[in-house]
């Protein structure tokens, strides 16, 4: 099959096509890709154009390029929304569909460091309680979660009884979050969390730093989610002024 009879760049032309293959299925999740040679022959474009197209694809997530194997469709997202709007864990994998669940991987008291008291903005906190946990979406891994909070806000004995810290702050301390201040990462391989998450080594994560604060403005929860990527995506709406 030849696009050359379309008059934009012969990349974009591509990109649409594997595109196109994806979504009617003569490529599936997780399939293998033909080879290039294969692929540029097909398309009836030089392998330099078909590269630009599947790098583009792999920056835009739709495929993985592992050296030396070739390259794989990627897994659709179960949960894409924009990051502007605060959820759960919990409440993105249910509205998704899927049954969340936890699996508990530690949950203790620390001494609070300097690096906690700055998150909470108090020097008056002297113990935290340290929560590491894997969210799990139809009991497949997902998210590995680590969760601070002030260790007065939460009875520790009790965090296994409910999926949401949100609402454990809700139902033990009264405290409500209202809003989070948020940082985004990519993350490249790391031997536990891959692990854990059943991760391949050159699949990425993204892992959101947050900052969770109720309408008063106080500090309460502090977390560092790591989201497998071929699960979940985020965007932000971004308006002009």
Request: charged share 30%; net charge negative; glycine share 2%.
């Amino acid at each position: 099959m030849s696009i050359k009879s379309d008059s934009r760049h012969l990349y974009l032309q591509v990109i649409d096509e594997i595109t196109r293959d994806i979504e009617n299925g003569t490529y599936s999740e997780n399939e293998k890709l033909p080879s290039e040679y294969q692929l540029s022959k097909h398309l009836g474009v030089s392998r330099a154009t078909l590269r630009e197209a599947l790098r583009i694809l792999e920056e835009d997530n739709v495929v993985t390029r592992r050296h030396g194997v070739g390259t794989f469709v990627n897994s659709k997202p179960i949960f894409s929304s924009g990051i502007e709007e605060l959820k759960s864990v919990t409440h993105m994998i249910e509205e998704s569909g899927k049954i969340a669940g936890s699996q508990y991987l530690s949950a203790e008291i620390v001494e609070a460091t300097d690096e906690d008291k700055a998150k909470f903005s108090s020097d008056s906190i002297d113990t935290i309680a340290k929560i590491e946990r894997v969210r799990t979406a139809d009991r497949k891994p997902v998210v590995f979660c680590i969760d601070k909070v002030p260790a007065a806000l939460i009875p520790l004995d009790h965090v296994h009884e409910e999926d949401s810290i949100f609402n454990l702050l809700e139902e033990y301390a009264n405290k409500r979050i209202s809003y989070a201040v948020t940082y985004i990462e990519p993350i490249s391989y790391h031997d536990r969390i891959y692990s854990i998450l059943n991760c391949a080594p050159d699949q990425s994560l993204l892992l959101l730093k947050q900052v969770h604060y109720t309408s008063e403005d106080e500090a309460i929860l502090y977390s560092a989610n790591y989201f497998r990527s071929d699960v979940f995506s985020f965007h932000v709406l971004r308006k002009r002024t």
